[in-house]
């Protein structure tokens, strides 16, 4: 399982700041989050990839339009993998495919808001999207929810590898040891965190084995 960091803040050297702390703690994966893509436009793609040249970089770019133009521009930036809304029209999402193909990058499909999930992961499996990502919004979160019990129904009903997002800690990650989960997508947990290099390694404690 591989571990994301989600950059959703709008100050960039601050996240440059987080994202290298982070990977020092052990993160594989560093996010452009949607924040920072709207605040700093294609320059905090471009930043992040030219400072860690050697590390996957994700624009959650919530791709629900124009996938190709998006997408496209994402990866001219440096993203190796956009996100698109799972609620896109399916020529919206074969559009950031061709783009994906071309750049050699990949994409993941982000459930979030979508109602009938796994009906729709096995649609967007057909499509042959890179990643589906079970989702729970921040605003979502402020009302309780979380992305687990999603996960549970589409885990080992998919061959997509599944990514998942949504108020993950130190805690309650644990709930994936059991889980079919490739990427873990982690945010405030780390970003809010004092010390976000120790915040990692607690992450990564957690999930023991079930990290590499």
Same mark, same amino acid.
């Given at each position: 399982?591989?571990?994301?960091?989600?950059?959703?803040?709008?100050?960039?050297?601050?996240?440059?700041?987080?994202?290298?702390?982070?990977?020092?703690?052990?993160?594989?994966?560093?996010?452009?989050?949607?924040?920072?893509?709207?605040?700093?436009?294609?320059?905090?793609?471009?930043?992040?990839?030219?400072?860690?040249?050697?590390?996957?970089?994700?624009?959650?770019?919530?791709?629900?339009?124009? @996938?190709?133009?998006?997408?496209?521009?994402?990866?001219?930036?440096?993203?190796?993998?956009?996100?698109?809304? @799972?609620?896109?029209?399916?020529?919206?999402?074969?559009?950031?495919?061709?783009?994906?193909?071309?750049?050699?990058?990949?994409?993941?499909?982000?459930?979030?808001?979508?109602?009938?999930?796994?009906?729709?992961?096995?649609?967007?499996?057909?499509? @042959?999207?890179?990643?589906?990502?079970?989702?729970?919004?921040?605003?979502?979160?402020?009302?309780?929810?979380?992305?687990?019990?999603?996960?549970?129904?589409?885990?080992?009903?998919?061959?997509?590898?599944?990514?998942?997002?949504?108020?993950?800690?130190?805690?309650?990650?644990?709930?994936?040891?059991?889980?079919?989960?490739?990427?873990?997508?982690?945010?405030?947990?780390?970003?809010?965190?004092?010390?976000?290099?120790?915040?990692?390694?607690?992450?990564?404690?957690?999930?023991?084995?079930?990290?590499?």
């Amino acid at each position: 399982m591989k571990l994301q960091v989600a950059l959703d803040l709008l100050n960039l050297d601050e996240a440059i700041t987080i994202a290298e702390k982070a990977l020092k703690g052990g993160a594989d994966i560093i996010e452009a989050g949607t924040p920072l893509i709207k605040y700093n436009g294609m320059k905090a793609v471009k930043e992040l990839h030219e400072r860690f040249p050697s590390v996957p970089i994700v624009a959650d770019m919530k791709i629900a339009d124009v @996938g190709y133009v998006e997408a496209e521009m994402a990866f001219r930036h440096g993203a190796d993998i956009v996100t698109v809304l @799972g609620l896109a029209s399916d020529t919206t999402i074969k559009a950031a495919m061709k783009a994906a193909r071309e750049y050699k990058g990949k994409v993941m499909a982000d459930l979030m808001l979508v109602k009938d999930k796994l009906r729709r992961a096995k649609e967007l499996e057909a499509l @042959g999207v890179d990643y589906i990502l079970v989702h729970t919004g921040i605003d979502e979160q402020s009302i309780g929810l979380d992305p687990f019990e999603d996960v549970r129904n589409l885990s080992g009903k998919i061959r997509t590898p599944l990514a998942i997002a949504g108020g993950i800690n130190d805690r309650n990650i644990i709930i994936l040891r059991d889980l079919n989960v490739s990427i873990v997508i982690v945010g405030g947990f780390i970003t809010k965190s004092p010390n976000p290099e120790e915040a990692v390694r607690r992450i990564l404690r957690s999930l023991g084995d079930k990290h590499g």
